[in-house]
């Protein structure tokens, strides 16, 4: 991993995605680690995964997925070593610590107090590894089960939860402009991996000094992730009201947009199945190139889009003018985003070959740059269709990341695009 301290020159070097395909400069990674060990299948249901990824595999599969971006000129940097560098000082690493634990669901005072004392013996690196990996009883064994609810968790083998998911770093936060979403997340599971983002931006060397405004906070009381806001262009959003997002969340992110006067200027918000097959907005619908976009036929019937515009009352306060739209998709995205457009459908609409292929993320693709896609290897049909329509692709071996639900896409937080 190259050193990720590098203080950029303007506040705006440090975040900046005004488009879902501008050719990327900056991304945010998690190369999968021990907290994928830690998985088991008792704890699969809980943990938000429907297989167990062999590790090994999957992180030469990410390395390699590293290597494709970082061969055509992405600098990379991840999310553990970021993490890391953070923790400037003894106060911010004790603060930081105390609210990891907070969050842990540890039930008792003197375990906090003696996970907290595990803590504070690690190093940066080794510690946030740790925390990420999950805390074994065992790992903790000088601990002595004196309490009742000692007893009765006994039989559960972590104090700390692993956090596997840590790998799709598309959903903790989201850039936006030269802001970001810090998420909500729908579980408890995943909504402890926002407190590496809300460090980072608080306290490592790279972002300090810059004014990073927050469109959505941690601590609201709906959720948002990542995976179902993407950016069509310098005016206009999409976010997906989906299994994992809610839209009274959608709400608040265009309250905050608007009222900041960015250059923003519609919000669509999609309205999609509550479905685990679908569950973010992008695992059904990305942007490939200025007027291409894959979609998974199966949402097309049931996909209801509001467009969400501001107006101002007489006192000043930013208000929500809310229109439901009734055309075909391609009508819609051709009305705001003023182009023709074309829907390349994952698995050419075929039910065996779109179901099975949208399944393993085959319309989840990461732009690189306009007309040119990341893509898993095991969607072979939905790869010939885009290459069929100039798309040009980089193909990346996908057996093991694949079992955790998300694609190059999940996998990758965009911190710096050029403008579309």
Not at 62 to 78: C, P
Not at 250 to 269: G, N, P, W
Not at 279 to 301: P, S
Not at 392 to 409: A, D, K, T
Request: glycine share 6%; net charge negative; charged share 25%.
């Amino acid at each position: 991993m190259e050193n990720a301290i590098r203080k950029p020159e303007a506040a705006e070097d440090c975040l900046h995605v005004t488009s879902e395909i501008g050719r990327l400069r900056s991304v945010l990674l998690h190369r999968p680690g021990p907290e994928v060990e830690n998985l088991t299948p008792d704890l699969l249901a809980r943990l938000l995964f429907d297989d167990i990824p062999y590790l090994e595999v999957a992180q030469s599969e990410h390395d390699y997925f590293a290597s494709v971006l970082q061969g055509n000129g992405v600098e990379v940097l991840y999310l553990e070593q970021l993490a890391a560098e953070a923790l400037t000082d003894d106060r911010v690493k004790v603060e930081f610590i105390r609210q990891f634990i907070a969050e842990a669901g540890v039930e008792n005072d003197r375990l906090r107090c003696a996970l907290a004392d595990y803590f504070t013996g690690f190093d940066n690196p080794s510690l946030i590894t740790q925390m990420m990996a999950g805390v074994r009883r065992d790992e903790l064994s000088s601990y002595p089960n004196s309490t009742l609810s000692d007893r009765v968790h006994d039989g559960y083998p972590f104090i700390c939860d692993p956090m596997p998911n840590l790998y799709f770093t598309r959903d903790p936060f989201a850039t936006i402009g030269n802001g970001i979403t810090l998420n909500h997340m729908r579980t408890q599971t995943r909504n402890r991996e926002t407190l590496f983002a809300q460090t980072i931006f608080a306290h490592h060397p790279r972002f300090q000094g810059a004014h990073i405004p927050c469109w959505f906070q941690r601590e609201e009381s709906t959720s948002l992730e990542g995976g179902d806001e993407l950016i069509l262009n310098d005016k206009v959003l999409a976010i997906g009201i989906s299994q994992r997002t809610d839209a009274a969340s959608v709400e608040k992110v265009c309250q905050r947009l608007f009222a900041d006067q960015v250059s923003f200027e519609t919000v669509l918000a999609f309205h999609i199945p509550a479905s685990r097959a679908f569950m973010h907005l992008d695992t059904v619908f990305t942007m490939v190139d200025y007027d291409k976009f894959t979609i998974h036929a199966g949402i097309e019937g049931p996909l209801t889009v509001y467009a969400m515009t501001p107006w101002r009352d007489r006192t000043g306060a930013v208000r929500l003018q809310i229109e439901p739209l009734q055309q075909k998709l391609e009508t819609i995205l051709e009305r705001y985003l003023d182009r023709k457009v074309m829907l390349i459908r994952c698995g050419q609409g075929d039910p065996i070959h779109a179901a099975r292929e949208q399944w393993n993320d085959g319309a989840n693709t990461l732009a690189i740059a306009p007309g040119e896609v990341v893509v898993y290897s095991r969607n072979h049909v939905t790869n010939k269709i885009l290459e069929s329509y100039g798309i040009r692709l980089h193909v990346i071996p996908s057996s093991e990341l694949s079992r955790g639900r998300g694609g190059p896409r999940c996998m990758s937080m965009p911190l710096v695009r050029d403008d579309a």
